[in-house]
């Protein structure tokens, strides 16, 4: 469900509104990294008071806690309300952050291989390999393969395999 911000200001007290405000769009791209983490940081620490307290609340509903208060609670609709905001706030900079995250990491990838196209063309076209890599100098050296060949025939390792399917299928069908 959508919630538009009239009934976020109805939901969240001046201090959270303005931590929320800040999550919308034109005010989020303007923050800086440490902002945002801080804001973040802010934000989850109030979503968490607030499931704890609608927590709270529904267990006085249903009689499994004693009231806070000198009644116990009726409903528990308005932190429900404020436990959303406070949740679709963290979403959207968690968002913002991973996307902060791609961007910078996809500069960085860039700027790894730009510098890896500029050793490449300094070190020119020099044939000097050194000689302990698998390089043909004179032509490559073979190795030998480590995995020894099986003793058993394919046709009758693929007979068994089937003989054990069928009497499975036997066995699974009684």
């Known amino acids: 469900m959508s919630i538009n911000r009239s009934q976020e200001e109805r939901a969240l007290d001046k201090s959270e509104m303005e931590m929320v405000a800040k999550s919308h769009h034109p ?16 934000v989850r620490e109030r979503r968490d008071k607030a499931r704890t307290e609608m927590q ?11 009231p806070k208060g000198a009644t116990p609670s009726a409903s528990a609709e308005g932190n429900k309300t404020k436990l959303e905001v406070l949740s679709t706030a963290v979403r959207r900079l968690n968002g913002e952050r991973s996307r902060r ?48 060949n099986s003793l058993v025939r394919p046709m009758e390792r693929g007979r068994l395999r089937k003989a054990a399917a069928v009497a499975q299928a036997k066995r699974d069908s009684r």
Request: charge should be positive; proline fraction near 1%.
């Open 101 to 148: 995250d791609r961007m910078a990491s996809q500069v960085s990838q860039a700027e790894l291989s730009r510098n890896a196209l500029k050793l490449k063309q300094e070190a020119g076209d020099n044939d000097e390999v050194p000689f302990n890599t698998r390089h043909a100098h004179q032509g490559m050296r073979k190795i030998a393969a480590e995995r020894r």
């Open 56 to 66: 709270r609340r529904r267990r006085e509903m249903r009689g499994k806690a004693a």
């Open 27 to 42: 005010q989020l791209q303007d923050l800086e990294d440490k902002e945002l983490a801080s804001l973040l940081k802010l």
